[in-house]
DNA sequence: ATAATAGTTAATTTCTAGGTTAAGTATAGT
DNA sequence: ACTATACTTAACCTAGAAATTAACTATTAT
């Protein structure tokens, strides 16, 4: 388990996420792993546009790569969904709370100026 | 607990939290609702600025605003936090297993070259 | 050697993100 | 009424996203 905690670039990982196509890369390999020109396929796009939305899963270190031949076979980084998990249980006792915040500020506001006013 | 099941637009979620800016944010409104101002000072932005990451959070459905006299109180929506978490549990499988699918598909692919050749 | 397959790279286009300055609107305080 | 505060909107700029077509490289099969 050579899991050193590598600081993750959330922003590549998110902004990786943010597209309907990579999300669905991200499913399908998530099932199986799968060529290049097997996604474009599947996806109706172009190779060179399948290659760019592989380069940005890449770089967001979301997938594996592995040459077989002149076949590469992706894989999904199981690690990376791990880390954005990980990231989304930090804000775990944000989501815990029923009652919505600005409710409550709302109403410490209102009871403060009737405070001032008293005073 | 009106918790419809909207589709949420993912496009837009991880759009929004793919920037540093709307992530800090999303944190502090996390702590307590805050004003526009307050956000644009703290984190050293102009008005224009911020409230384009304001408008991108409120189109992803991640905040909720309330206007009080001229000064607008921003709180996180906690359902969309929520909502994140649900798509993230789908892939909870994904993760859950320690082994790179990678490798097993490498030794699969391995194997059956040697059957063929046996074959 | 040649042709087909699997990817890559380059050049181009269109659209959007993220910032700026400058001007406009709405509310609050004096 | 006048001024300051709290945004909002418009116009603009630069950089990057997402796709395309066309040309190139690497590997496999005949």
Redesign the pocket.
Known sequence: MTDIHIPQDLDAVF?AL??K?RRDIIYVLGLQPC????LAEMRG?????I????K?LEDADMIIRRK??????LALNRHALRRLQNWLMQYHTYWGSDEETLENYAQFLSRSKTKKKEQ
Chains 1, 2 share one sequence.
């Open positions: 902004g943010a597209n196509h060529s290049i020109s097997f796009l172009s190779l060179p546009a290659h760019k939305h592989i940005i077989m031949g002149r076949t590469n076979y």
